[in-house]
């Protein structure tokens, strides 16, 4: 039976640091403080603004809620944008995406100052994780993945690690962040022959497919640590990662949950990339 690697205990020891970092600012005249950003009113963003909301109050964060209407248009977005960069009580800045139809993403993430991109969507800070510097941040999801491998003593040097799926946000990023701790990396995708064989060779398997329990036991083998960072809305409002949980549970050696996994921890780093803009770089 596969080490089931919650997330809950890494955000809870994520969140301690959080916790000694804010009263260290605070003692130095500084509340770290997070705009989140969002046009319209998508029931999904308001949820996560909320928790958001809630999990910054925990850790001592100023969370500031910026809301325009979905007709606001894209100039007055940018220039929101550009009032927060220059914001000098502002450290971090959440933008939630997709935008509305009408705008480019590309100019308007672009917008956004390094500096306080604290969930990796500009091109400098996907930049920095790809030439290895401190610039930006990167996002997320992604080094949520690294903190659960670096809390459960997961190294990856030396080892052989598959990531599934190519997108900004998850499986470029991740690999890039094995990749920098010598890892050696193989990126699949829906073009890639003999996925199963590939994933079987695997030592840490990163799974972000975005299709409910698709990676099954022919893409599985002993001995291997398994990262689940799908997260599917099943017909009966239960939810599932990209990989069949029983599967992986019976035949590796570790594997995160869905829901319970990755994306418990996923705040926690928006806010440890908060606390660290709010410090001496910020």
Do not use: W
């Not at 705009?35 to 998508?42: D, H, Q, S, T, Y």
């Not at 594997?255 to 660290?276: F, R």
Request: proline letters at 6%.
């Amino acid at each position: 039976m596969a080490e089931i690697l919650k997330g809950a205990p890494v955000a809870a020891a994520l969140n301690e640091k959080l916790q000694a970092g804010v009263k260290t600012l605070e003692a130095n005249g500084v509340k770290p403080a997070l705009a989140i950003v969002r046009v319209g009113e998508k029931p999904d963003d308001i949820s996560y603004e909320r928790t958001a909301q809630k999990r910054c109050a925990a850790v001592g964060v100023e969370a500031r809620s910026v809301t325009l209407p979905e007709d606001c248009g894209q100039e007055r977005l940018i220039e929101t944008l550009r009032g927060l960069n220059s914001d000098r009580s502002v450290h971090g800045v959440l933008l939630f995406r997709p935008l509305p139809k009408y705008m480019d993403d590309d100019a308007v993430r672009n917008a956004l100052a390094p500096e306080k991109d604290i969930d990796g969507i500009t091109d400098a800070s996907l930049a920095g994780v790809f030439a290895g510097i401190k610039r930006g941040y990167p996002p997320c999801t992604a080094q949520a993945c690294m903190e659960i491998l670096d809390f459960y003593g997961i190294d990856p040097k030396g080892k052989r690690a598959v990531v599934i799926g190519r997108s900004l946000v998850v499986g470029k990023p991740a690999a890039m962040m094995l990749l920098s701790r010598h890892a050696t990396v193989t990126v699949c995708h829906t073009r890639t022959a003999d996925m199963p064989s590939a994933c079987r060779n695997a030592e840490i398997l990163v799974v972000s497919a975005g299709r409910p329990a698709i990676i099954g036991r022919e893409y599985l083998s002993p001995g291997q640590t398994v990262i689940d960072v799908g997260i599917n809305v099943l017909d009966d409002g239960s939810l599932c990662g990209d990989v069949n949980f029983a599967d992986a549970a019976e035949i590796t050696a570790a594997v995160t949950p869905v829901p319970g996994g990755v994306g418990t921890v996923t705040t926690s780093v928006l806010l440890a990339h908060v606390v660290d803009a709010a410090g001496p770089r910020g």
